[in-house]
């Protein structure tokens, strides 16, 4: 390891950075250095301006990990290395507002209905019952189920923050299932390797093939569970500040997305042309 990116790294880790974002954050700095084969202390303004462009018309990135690339640089230069002619010069790029893809009542069902693993039927229900992120749901611990207070402890969530969601008395039995099959003492969904959590790419590939099973033509993620979670509680008639508690999410107008999703009232409200007096007019005598 360099000492230059032994310094980022320990930038980040002082900001209390997760370790995912580090990763990241480390990834994209060493690709901006690859591409212009030089340390990138010795790049600039210019250099950077040319690698965000390359990403975005060359490599095809989407704006996701545009804005990653960007922050990710940003950071470097303007912490790392105190240059704020290089971090000011970086941009924010303006990103599409794409609606997330939400899975009816009756979709999920299926979905589950789909899932012959009972780990992965566990992991997944979880999941949508908590409306959990993905790392959230597998770096769950046994002790982080209260079947007394029946709540799910969520540690160091997205931002490092804790928090406690609903232990769903249906979800409890799957759980309780599943640990007498499988006696989990650690995480309570470990992996291949002894004392470390299940990764986030079995999670995923579960998903995949649940969607598969089911026949469903939405793409599913993990994520699609937390969206749809978010989005059926708005339409039992939650309110949208106990959805942002149970999504961890810092700002409300984050939640407040799931507004444009719900559909469940929409065929109870009329149109306005229902409300006209239309007067059919008919054909011309001849």
């Not at 009542?105 to 992991?123: M, P």
């Not at 409300?275 to 001849?286: E, K, P, T």
């Amino acid at each position: 390891m360099t000492p230059l990116r032994r310094r980022m790294i320990e930038d980040m880790t002082l900001r209390n950075f997760t370790p995912g974002t580090i990763g990241v954050y480390v990834q994209c700095v060493a690709r901006f250095a690859r591409h212009f084969h030089t340390s990138p202390e010795h790049l600039g303004p210019e250099q950077v301006r040319q690698f965000l462009l390359h990403l975005l018309r060359n490599r095809g990135a989407s704006m996701s990990y545009y804005n990653q690339a960007r922050c990710a640089l940003r950071f470097f230069y303007r912490v790392t290395l105190g240059r704020n002619d290089v971090s000011a010069s970086i941009v924010p790029a303006r990103q599409p507002r794409a609606l997330p893809v939400v899975l009816s009542q009756d979709e999920v069902a299926r979905f589950f209905a789909a899932v012959r693993n009972l780990k992965h039927r566990a992991i997944l229900m979880t999941a949508y019952a908590g409306g959990l992120r993905v790392s959230e749901v597998t770096h769950l611990r046994v002790c982080d189920i209260d079947s007394q207070r029946m709540v799910i402890h969520v540690r160091q969530g997205k931002g490092q923050k804790d928090r406690y969601v609903m232990l769903s008395p249906r979800l409890l039995k799957i759980l309780r299932a599943y640990w007498k099959a499988v006696r989990p003492r650690g995480f309570l969904f470990p992996g291949a390797v002894p004392n470390q959590p299940i990764s986030t790419g079995s999670v995923r590939r579960a998903c995949y093939r649940a969607r598969e099973a089911a026949g469903l033509d939405k793409r599913i993620v993990l994520h699609t569970l937390r969206h749809s979670f978010a989005t059926h509680l708005l339409e039992a008639g939650t309110d949208l500040r106990t959805i942002q508690v149970l999504l961890g999410h810092r700002s409300f107008s984050t939640t407040a997305q799931y507004v444009h999703v719900a559909t469940a009232s929409l065929p109870s409200i009329m149109s306005p042309l229902d409300h006209l007096n239309l007067r059919q007019r008919g054909g011309r005598r001849s």
